[in-house]
């Protein structure tokens, strides 16, 4: 492809700018195409890390209830340390598992709206230059 010095654009003739264009414009999408890929890749991997969080809190939640239930079978067989020791451990568990939803939470809600938005303002922008409203 030749380089040659481009007039003006007042001075180029309609045809000459009709055929840029439609050399520019599958570059173009494919550019904003790979935008759009990347971005959704990327909230795709922080939505999976923070459904994995709430996967891991709700096993932690479960560990959790089974201390709590053998914590109550502690305390109706003895009395004192056994269940004692049983409670604080469930309490742990639980308190981590709130920790680990939380921050589940949080990955998600920065993954959404899952819609590729840079790629989407990049089409827009190229089509108001298009029209030649920008």
């Given at each position: 492809?030749?380089?040659?010095p481009?007039?003006?654009?007042?001075?180029?003739?309609?045809?000459?700018?009709?055929?840029?264009l439609?050399?520019?414009?599958?570059?173009?999408?494919?550019?904003?195409?790979?935008l759009?890929?990347?971005?959704?890749?990327?909230?795709?991997?922080?939505?999976?890390?923070?459904?994995?969080?709430?996967?891991?809190?709700?096993?932690?939640?479960?560990?959790?209830?089974?201390?709590?239930?053998?914590?109550?079978?502690?305390?109706?067989?003895?009395?004192?340390?056994?269940?004692?020791?049983?409670?604080?451990?469930?309490?742990?568990?639980?308190?981590?598992?709130?920790?680990?939803a939380?921050?589940g939470?949080?990955?998600i809600?920065?993954?959404?709206?899952?819609?590729?938005?840079?790629?989407?303002?990049?089409?827009?922008e190229?089509?108001?230059?298009?029209?030649?409203?920008?």
């Amino acid at each position: 492809m030749s380089h040659t010095p481009t007039p003006p654009a007042s001075e180029e003739p309609l045809g000459a700018l009709v055929h840029r264009l439609s050399e520019q414009i599958p570059e173009l999408v494919r550019s904003e195409l790979r935008l759009a890929q990347t971005e959704l890749a990327e909230k795709g991997k922080r939505a999976g890390i923070g459904a994995g969080m709430f996967g891991a809190a709700g096993l932690l939640a479960l560990f959790g209830a089974a201390t709590l239930v053998a914590t109550a079978v502690l305390a109706l067989d003895l009395v004192l340390p056994a269940w004692a020791a049983a409670l604080i451990v469930a309490a742990v568990l639980l308190a981590a598992a709130g920790l680990v939803a939380l921050r589940g939470k949080k990955e998600i809600q920065t993954a959404t709206p899952a819609a590729p938005e840079r790629a989407i303002a990049g089409v827009k922008e190229d089509v108001a230059v298009v029209k030649g409203q920008h």
